[in-house]
């Protein structure tokens, strides 16, 4: 997998650096700036391929490997291009019995993506996490920053239909 | 100072001493996996809990310092079964393939298990089951033996500093592995290896060809490059199997390079010549060892009647040790009466500091030598200074080198421009005022300070000597090149200029010329003069292979290499250290020749290491009374006179700088006859920075041709990001490059697709 993102980010003509480039050399002299340095990083780009970290290396005077092992252990920061929009279900207790599952499915319906997968045209990345701590909306689940709870699954299907119509 | 008890046994250690050092004092010993005493303390594996009174949780040894009163028991029924379940955890994911697997033997998992008695694995065993990976040409990686005690990772980071591995993931899914899965590409200096407790990283030269109970071990000295590593020579019959570290000995703490632990299979090579040749009439005929030296002193008798002494020259190799120098320069002065005897080393430059003293340094400079690479454990030392003691490490090379990591200030640029700065630092340290003044100022204000510079540069030489005129207390280090490059000039065979000897070749001086393993053609300083050695009387060539310079001669005789003699080397600190004969690939030594033609001019030379070490003690001066067991010889100087202030520009015209390059897998011409160094580096390759090669339209691996003032060549090319643009760097030592770099260790140069 790791390989196709480097042959996809290569075709992907040149890379523009220059983003990366001013968040090191904000942190350059900090020591433990990598997590920082990781977080604007992969604001700016979405996500961490492996020539943005090997430029972070470089800018950070450090490894390449040391980094990807920091990345690694964090949930936070992704090594695949993520979706525009990220549709988190919650798979929680209380939306579990709601039929959460059912609404996960739909979203595999819809854009055939599982858990942790990004549809091919790069809009929908689909996570299900464990509580969002809204259990009094279940089943709930959010797109990007927004919330929508006691939903239908058909109510789910119109959801995700209208975020696809959306432009860009 | 605190007071400890273990074990009821009451001793006194100082404060912050780890409980396991403590025990150790006591002579209590306690099992590790972890744990590393080069390393700081990690705390992985858990096998090292011991009981603390007044404690009711217990304590890992090898993390946890004492404190006054400390009472610790290591041996209990608690802690037994503590630690079977600890090992019983292992196992859980270990594939038990230990008859499949290298470390079988010698394996700290394997020991551990039959030490705490684990006889079966209560829990459901799962093993891992992964594909090993081979990217990496000198190291298997078998992750599924892992049990991520984090020594790979650790030492690559806190010795090494190369950072090539790192723990991936979280929790039970954490791997070793690379960034991105990549291919593991790294220094090859198998430091991960040599302290892997488990069979998870394994020597690919070694791999799967002997077991170790099989193998009988001498302890020996490198005979590749001058930073003299103690290293384990293993064996079996008249094999050498693999060259392992020795942590408890020597100077290099168990630290090897690539070169050293994977580049020994020229000992084994089947390419090896086992007979001597002589040559007459153009064809070469095979003959006993007795027949070719009675013909080479047949010869030799000849030309010196004829044409006196002064037409006979001996070259030495800086492959000899002391001993076999020693009869070589004698055989030169005393039986033959010539004092013609050359090395590409001279007395010039001595050692001036020893590799402790670079580590313990507070502020080192690294002036124009991609050390870690020439000298990768003296490079390992630098780094040690640099990180560990926070010295201030300065660097001037004309692109990034491994250094850059630890370096506090790297200048780079073209050779020109890292001249011009190295020449302003050295001013700065001098007492002028410019852009340098203020790291010239760290070294000035340093208590320890050390500058590494490279000795067969004059204009680096030169201002090596400016900085310690300038500054008394800078303690300086020529990187020497080769194993034993100041033992021959001790042995008097540096007294020359190495010019003198191709100056003489050129204008028919030699007649005759006694060749001791050196290859004539491969050496930037001779290899114009070279062709002109075919002409000779004699040429005698003693090599293990038949080298360039071998096929030239008319007597050739096989010789041993540094694992079939006893003997010694003085390393790049002056230290004078024994080797000692693993195998006996049944050819003779250096010193058997000098010997036996010393016989054949009617003297009487000892071969034996004894006698002629005692004719060294009492001939001379420097070595009387030395300790051939790792004493320091003390020099008289570091630089003989004033070193001719030479601009140190690059000669000619060009396009692009042209520059040495320095090999981490070559030291010479000698372990390219290692098939699994010459497969990874075998022939000359030009590196080139990226915005050039993309100019260029050049691929890696596309043939360029590199031409200058009085050379020209083919080589493939290679890309390297590092390299500075206008600039491109070519290893010397090779027959197809030694011409380019005879003026100069940077000369311009146009290349073309």
Redesign the interface.
């Known amino acids: 997998m790791?390989?196709d993102?480097?042959e996809t980010e290569s075709a992907n003509k040149e890379i523009d650096f220059t983003a990366c480039d001013e968040i090191c050399e904000k942190y350059k002299d900090w020591k433990g700036a990598t997590i920082p340095v990781l977080q604007q990083v992969q604001e700016a780009y979405g996500y961490l391929f492996?020539e943005i970290?090997?430029r972070i290396a470089d800018n950070l005077?450090?490894?390449?490997?040391?980094?990807?092992?920091v990345i690694?252990?964090y949930a936070q920061f992704y090594?695949q291009p993520r979706g525009k929009y990220i549709i988190r279900v919650c798979r929680g207790t209380a939306c579990h019995v709601q039929g959460s599952g059912r609404i996960s499915e739909i979203v595999n319906e819809e854009f055939h993506i599982r858990n942790g997968e990004t549809s091919a045209d790069l809009k929908f990345t689909l996570e299900e996490v464990s509580c969002i701590g809204a259990c009094g909306m279940a089943p709930v689940i959010m797109i990007n920053n927004k919330t929508y709870g006691n939903l239908k699954p058909e109510e789910a299907r119109k959801i995700f239909r209208d975020y696809a119509e959306l432009q860009g | 100072m605190v007071t400890v008890k273990i074990n009821g046994k009451e001793v006194q250690v100082p404060k912050n001493t780890l409980i396991l050092e403590a025990a150790k004092e006591a002579g209590v010993s306690i099992p590790t996996l972890c744990h590393d005493s080069r390393l700081n303390p990690f705390g992985a594996c858990r096998v090292c809990l011991v009981e603390q009174v007044g404690n009711p949780k217990l304590q890992a040894a090898c993390t946890t310092p004492v404190t006054d009163g400390m009472e610790i028991i290591t041996q209990s029924d608690k802690l037994s079964r503590v630690r079977k379940t600890a090992i019983e955890l292992l196992l859980i994911n270990h594939p038990l393939d230990c008859p499949v697997c290298d470390k079988g033997g010698e394996c700290t998992l394997q020991d551990l298990t039959y030490e705490v008695g684990v006889t079966k694995v209560r829990f459901d065993a799962k093993p891992n089951d992964t594909p090993v990976d081979h990217t990496n040409p000198f190291i298997e990686r078998d992750i599924d033996r892992c049990v991520l005690c984090g020594r790979c990772v650790r030492i690559c980071?806190e010795v090494v500093n190369?950072?090539?591995?790192?723990?991936?993931?979280?929790g039970t899914d954490t791997i070793i592995?690379?960034?991105?899965?990549?291919p593991w590409n790294c220094e090859y200096c198998g430091q991960c290896i040599s302290v892997c407790p488990v069979g998870s990283l394994n020597n690919r030269i070694y791999l799967f060809k002997n077991r170790p109970w099989n193998l009988d071990r001498v302890q020996s000295v490198c005979g590749l490059c001058s930073c003299g590593c103690t290293v384990d020579i293993d064996y079996e019959g008249s094999e050498v199997f693999r060259i392992k570290e020795n942590p408890e000995e020597g100077i290099n703490h168990g630290y090897m390079c690539a070169k050293g632990r994977f580049g020994f299979e020229f000992i084994n090579s089947i390419q090896r010549e086992t007979a001597a040749q002589v040559k007459a009439g153009g064809e070469a005929k095979k003959v006993s060892f007795d027949e070719a030296v009675t013909v080479a002193v047949e010869k030799l008798k000849k030309v010196k009647e004829t044409a006196g002494a002064d037409s006979v020259a001996v070259v030495v190799s800086p492959r000899l040790t002391n001993e076999e120098a020693f009869l070589a320069a004698k055989l030169a002065k005393d039986v033959i009466g010539t004092q013609n005897i050359f090395s590409t080393e001279t007395s010039e430059i001595l050692p001036g500091a020893t590799l402790e003293e670079v580590e313990q340094s507070d502020c080192v400079a690294v002036l124009n030598i991609d050390v870690t690479e020439a000298n990768p454990i003296l490079g390992l030392a630098v780094r040690h200074a640099a990180r560990m003691g926070e010295a201030p490490l300065a660097v001037f090379y004309p692109s990034f080198t491994a250094l850059?990591?630890v370096a506090k200030k790297f200048v780079t640029g073209t050779p020109d421009a890292v001249r011009e700065a190295m020449v302003k630092y050295a001013d700065a340290v001098a007492g002028a005022s410019n852009e340098y003044s203020e790291l010239a100022g760290k070294l000035t204000s340093a208590e320890r300070p050390v500058v590494v510079f490279d000795p067969y540069n004059k204009a680096d030489a030169a201002l090596a000597q400016k900085i310690s005129k300038a500054c008394a207390k800078v303690k300086l280090v020529p990187a020497k090149s080769k194993n034993n490059s100041v033992g021959i000039v001790d042995m008097g065979c540096g007294a020359k200029c190495p010019t003198e000897f191709s100056k003489g070749l050129e204008a028919g001086k030699f007649k005759a010329v006694l060749v001791f393993g050196e290859n004539v053609s491969a050496r930037s300083v001779w290899t114009k003069a070279a062709s002109k050695l075919s002409g000779l009387e004699l040429l005698l060539v003693t090599d293990p292979f038949m080298s360039e310079t071998a096929a030239q001669a008319n007597v050739y005789i096989p010789v041993a290499t540094f694992a079939e003699k006893d003997g010694s080397f003085t390393n790049l600190e002056g230290r004078v250290q024994t080797i000692a004969k693993a195998v006996d690939k049944g050819v003779n030594t250096d010193a058997c020749v000098a010997s036996a033609i010393a016989k054949g001019m009617g003297s009487a030379l000892p071969a034996d290491v004894t006698a002629v070490r005692s004719m060294i003690e009492k001939e001379v001066a420097l070595y009387s009374g030395i300790d051939w067991n790792g004493g320091t010889v003390s020099y008289p100087y570091v630089f003989a006179g004033d070193i001719a202030a030479e601009d140190g520009m690059a000669k000619g015209k060009g396009k692009f700088f042209l520059y040495t390059a320095s090999l981490r897998l070559h030291s010479g011409s000698f372990t390219r006859w290692s098939p699994d160094l010459a497969k990874v580096y075998g022939s000359p390759v030009l590196e080139i920075g990226e915005e050039d090669a993309k100019e260029l339209g050049l691929a890696n691996g596309d043939k360029v041709k590199v031409s200058g003032e009085g050379f020209s060549g083919e080589y493939p090319v290679e890309i390297d990001k590092k390299v500075t643009k206008g600039c491109v760097a070519l290893p010397e030592d090779f027959t197809a490059t030694a011409g380019i770099f005879c003026n100069g260790k940077c000369v311009k140069a146009d290349i073309v697709k």
């Not at chain 1, 005077?61 to 092992?69: F, T």
């Not at chain 2, 190369?162 to 979280?170: D, E, K, T, V, Y």
């Not at chain 2, 592995?177 to 990549?182: D, L, R, Y």
């Open positions: 790791a390989n993102v480097k492996s970290v090997e005077n450090m490894s390449a490997h040391q980094i990807y092992g690694t252990f090594t | 980071d190369i950072q090539a591995i790192s723990f991936l993931n979280r592995g690379t960034s991105f899965e990549q850059k990591r």
